[in-house]
């Protein structure tokens, strides 16, 4: 059974500052890995999603890697800012359409 | 593009009576769309795999009579919850399947429903 572990629980950081975010899953057989961040009580906003052939995607100050032989992906967010606060979740899809998810980072950004 | 729309956003009702949600994509057609409940502090776990004219693929644990599912269209999931009970409040996500040209199709997620039943 795939697990996705998601390292810290929570997270809390002066603004301004870079930080990385980890994730790691257990199953090498990798289709995608998405991060996706996720406000309190709404739905999930896609924020990278990196390919089984790619080792990592950009999005302005955000940066996903992926690293298939340790199962480790990391959400690199360059700058960080009070808007910035939030749930950040990892998702790892394998040989079928299903998504598993972490359980999140909860981070807040201090102004 | 790939907008997904679910209705209501947030509904109470009373234990016993059955609530219909709906996922919606708008500007796609999408022949998959996925249902997830989210607890407090948890994460999503997926119930169903909904594929479109097709009985939909439950999570082992879900009660299939309890949570029914219907795709009756390539834009239009349903999830019913079935005489609905205080621990089935949660909040409920729905996801639409958009085919990639290579590799797994991606989904795109709703905004969630908030159900709360008295």
């Known amino acids: 059974k795939q697990e996705v572990t998601q390292i810290p629980a929570a997270l809390s950081v002066p603004e301004g500052e870079n930080l990385v975010l980890n994730c790691s899953f257990t199953?090498?057989?990798?289709?995608?890995l998405q991060w996706f961040r996720q406000d309190p009580g709404k739905g999930l906003t896609s924020l990278l999603l990196?390919?089984?052939?790619?080792r990592e995607q950009t999005s302005g100050r955000l940066n996903a890697s992926l690293d298939k032989s340790s199962g480790r992906s990391t959400l690199y967010i360059a700058a960080s800012q009070p808007g910035d606060s939030a749930t950040y979740l990892c998702a790892f899809q394998g040989g079928s359409e299903k998504l598993v998810f972490g359980k999140g980072t909860k981070l807040t950004v201090n102004p | 593009g790939a907008v997904v729309s679910q209705h209501p956003s947030r509904v109470i009702c009373k234990s016993g009576t059955s609530v219909k949600i709906e996922c919606r994509s708008l500007d796609f057609q999408a022949t998959t769309m996925f249902w997830y409940r989210q607890f407090p502090k948890q994460s999503l776990m997926l119930m169903a795999t909904s594929n479109e004219g097709s009985k939909a693929t439950y999570e082992q644990g879900v009660e299939k009579d309890k949570f029914l599912i219907n795709h009756a269209s390539l834009t239009l999931s349903t999830l019913t919850v079935t005489s609905a009970h205080p621990e089935d409040s949660s909040f409920y996500i729905c996801?639409?399947?958009?085919?990639?040209?290579?590799?797994?199709?991606?989904?795109?997620f709703g905004p969630g429903t908030r159900l709360t039943v008295l």
């Open positions: 990196i390919q089984s052939s790619q």
């Open positions: 996801s639409a399947s958009l085919p990639a040209l290579a590799g797994a199709d991606e989904q795109f």
């Open positions: 199953d090498s057989a990798i289709y995608n």
